[in-house]
């Protein structure tokens, strides 16, 4: 969520910046500025008032204690009046502040300013490219019947236990995405991360504080009776394991990681490219979390960056870094960069991570702060990224490493599959 003190104080440069977001509200932020010059004027109302009634109940006081009752008693006849201007104006501020709140929660966070303008995919920048494309034989199979093939993956029984979307893991299947976690939370441990375990459902306040609500209700599976969220992602417990916390400086930065099931309902994804493991309602994923000092925050993302680099270049993977455009980014997000590897059989690229600066969004929203050099309390960064998604990094794998004798596992992987080979 944006402070109100900003958008007052860089109104142009906030209208210029949704406009790179393509938002589509802009008098939203002069409905705003107009609420909390309300909200200013009412509230100096409130305090004037006030003040007076304070100033008479002392006169008051010190007229009884002189014997001046009747000086007294013409200055208590004014304090019912002033009671009811007080509570009047206690009321309007309370619905002034409510209408600013559910204005203010409607603005997605500005985009940096390295952000490039666009609306589309297509748009995005891409930033690096790495290793060389793998070249397969003309039979080379789909991820989906190499699953078959090697009994790795049944989609129909999901359907049958849950629905499309929710695929059965088997034999080396299951060893090889028990292997990527555990590979990947190791990886993320030597980086200095600490692993945590998090519960899969969130509240409310949860949601809102990342920045899940009010934006994404459409997107989540919602547990009606409870009213809780199946999380989308571990970003979201995990970040809110500081929500209301302050923290000294010296124990910035904060590094988390988890592995977590994620649950996404996608709702109207359909066609080709939703085929096999390229998009899924429930997904396993590691992610890593930082809360940082502002001024470290883009030093940060970088090397969050290079981190998720690493596990796709230590697997082997052809990969490419996009920064994406305003338009292609989430609500909550100033800076974006995705991670796609290149599927040899599909011909395409599979978008495998998703690493973010929120800058203060989030933490305005949890009310996460610290406490700077100076004493003072101030807003933290948040940032987190998929490092990594399993689905794509499997199919992947899967595809880019089949060859006549059946599929070669990376080295990397061994260790923890104890097979050289899916055949």
Same mark, same amino acid.
């Given at each position: 969520?944006?402070?109100v003190?900003?958008?007052?104080? !860089?109104r142009? *440069?906030?209208?210029?910046?949704?406009?790179?977001?393509?938002?589509?509200?802009?008098?939203?932020?002069? @409905?705003?500025?107009?609420?909390?010059?309300?909200?200013?004027?009412?509230?100096? #109302?409130?305090?004037?008032?006030?003040?007076?009634?304070?100033?008479?109940?002392?006169?008051?006081? @010190?007229?009884?204690? !002189?014997?001046? #009752?009747?000086?007294?008693?013409?200055i208590?006849?004014?304090?019912?009046?002033?009671?009811?201007d007080?509570? #009047?104006?206690?009321d309007?501020l309370? &619905?002034?502040?409510?209408?600013?709140?559910? *204005?203010?929660?409607?603005?997605?966070?500005?985009?940096?300013?390295?952000?490039?303008?666009?609306?589309?995919?297509?748009?995005?920048?891409?930033?690096?490219?790495?290793?060389t494309?793998?070249?397969?034989?003309? !039979?080379?199979?789909?991820?989906?019947?190499?699953?078959a093939?090697?009994?790795?993956?049944?989609?129909?029984? =999901? +359907?049958?236990i849950?629905?499309?979307?929710?695929?059965?893991y088997?034999? *080396?299947?299951a060893? %090889?995405?028990?292997?990527?976690?555990?590979?990947?939370?190791? @990886?993320? @441990?030597?980086?200095?991360?600490?692993?945590?375990? $998090?519960?899969?459902?969130?509240?409310?306040?949860?949601?809102f504080?990342?920045?899940q %609500?009010?934006?994404k209700?459409?997107q /989540?599976?919602?547990v009606?009776e409870?009213?809780?969220?199946?999380?989308?992602?571990?970003? $979201?417990? &995990?970040?809110?394991l500081?929500?209301?916390?302050? %923290?000294?400086?010296d124990?910035?930065?904060?590094k988390?990681?988890g592995?977590?099931?994620?649950?996404r309902?996608?709702?109207?994804?359909?066609?080709?490219?939703?085929?096999?493991?390229?998009?899924?309602?429930?997904?396993?994923?590691?992610e890593?979390?930082?809360?940082?000092?502002?001024?470290?925050?883009?030093? $940060?993302?970088?090397? /969050?960056?290079?981190?998720?680099?690493?596990?796709?270049?230590?697997?082997?993977l052809h990969?490419?870094?996009?920064?994406?455009c305003?338009?292609?980014?989430?609500?909550?997000s100033?800076?974006?960069?995705?991670?796609?590897?290149?599927?040899?059989?599909?011909?395409?690229?599979?978008?495998?991570?998703? $690493?973010?600066?929120f800058?203060?969004?989030?933490?305005?929203?949890?009310?996460?702060?610290?406490?700077?050099a100076? =004493?003072?309390?101030?807003?933290?960064?948040?940032l987190?990224?998929?490092?990594?998604?399993?689905?794509?990094? +499997?199919?992947?794998?899967?595809?880019?490493?089949?060859?006549?004798? =059946? &599929?070669?596992?990376?080295?990397?992987? +061994?260790?923890?599959t104890?097979?050289?080979?899916?055949?």
């Amino acid at each position: 969520m944006l402070q109100v003190s900003y958008i007052r104080e !860089n109104r142009d *440069k906030v209208l210029e910046r949704l406009a790179v977001k393509n938002f589509k509200q802009p008098d939203l932020v002069d @409905e705003i500025i107009q609420l909390d010059d309300s909200r200013r004027q009412t509230q100096v #109302k409130l305090d004037n008032t006030s003040a007076e009634a304070n100033s008479a109940a002392k006169q008051i006081g @010190e007229l009884m204690r !002189n014997g001046k #009752k009747e000086e007294a008693e013409t200055i208590k006849a004014k304090t019912g009046v002033w009671k009811e201007d007080i509570k #009047k104006y206690n009321d309007e501020l309370a &619905i002034i502040e409510d209408s600013l709140y559910q *204005k203010l929660v409607l603005l997605p966070n500005l985009p940096h300013s390295s952000v490039p303008k666009g609306i589309t995919p297509e748009e995005n920048e891409v930033v690096l490219q790495n290793g060389t494309i793998p070249q397969l034989p003309a !039979n080379a199979l789909p991820h989906w019947e190499l699953a078959a093939k090697y009994k790795l993956i049944d989609f129909e029984l =999901g +359907v049958k236990i849950t629905g499309a979307g929710f695929p059965v893991y088997t034999n *080396k299947g299951a060893k %090889l995405q028990r292997a990527l976690i555990n590979f990947f939370i190791d @990886e993320a @441990e030597k980086a200095g991360y600490k692993e945590v375990s $998090v519960p899969l459902m969130v509240n409310e306040a949860s949601g809102f504080g990342t920045g899940q %609500l009010p934006d994404k209700e459409g997107q /989540m599976y919602f547990v009606t009776e409870d009213n809780l969220y199946l999380i989308p992602t571990a970003e $979201v417990p &995990i970040t809110n394991l500081y929500r209301d916390v302050i %923290l000294k400086a010296d124990e910035l930065p904060v590094k988390n990681c988890g592995h977590t099931p994620c649950f996404r309902r996608e709702a109207g994804s359909y066609g080709a490219h939703v085929r096999g493991l390229n998009r899924l309602h429930q997904f396993d994923k590691v992610e890593i979390v930082q809360v940082v000092n502002p001024e470290t925050s883009y030093d $940060v993302l970088e090397q /969050m960056s290079l981190h998720v680099q690493s596990l796709l270049q230590k697997l082997g993977l052809h990969y490419r870094v996009l920064r994406l455009c305003g338009g292609d980014m989430s609500f909550g997000s100033a800076l974006t960069y995705d991670m796609e590897t290149w599927s040899a059989a599909q011909q395409r690229w599979l978008e495998v991570s998703s $690493v973010s600066n929120f800058e203060t969004f989030q933490s305005n929203r949890l009310k996460l702060r610290f406490r700077n050099a100076e =004493g003072k309390t101030q807003l933290a960064h948040t940032l987190n990224g998929s490092a990594l998604a399993l689905p794509r990094i +499997v199919a992947t794998l899967l595809e880019n490493n089949q060859t006549e004798k =059946g &599929i070669k596992v990376p080295e990397v992987l +061994v260790p923890y599959t104890r097979f050289e080979w899916i055949d």
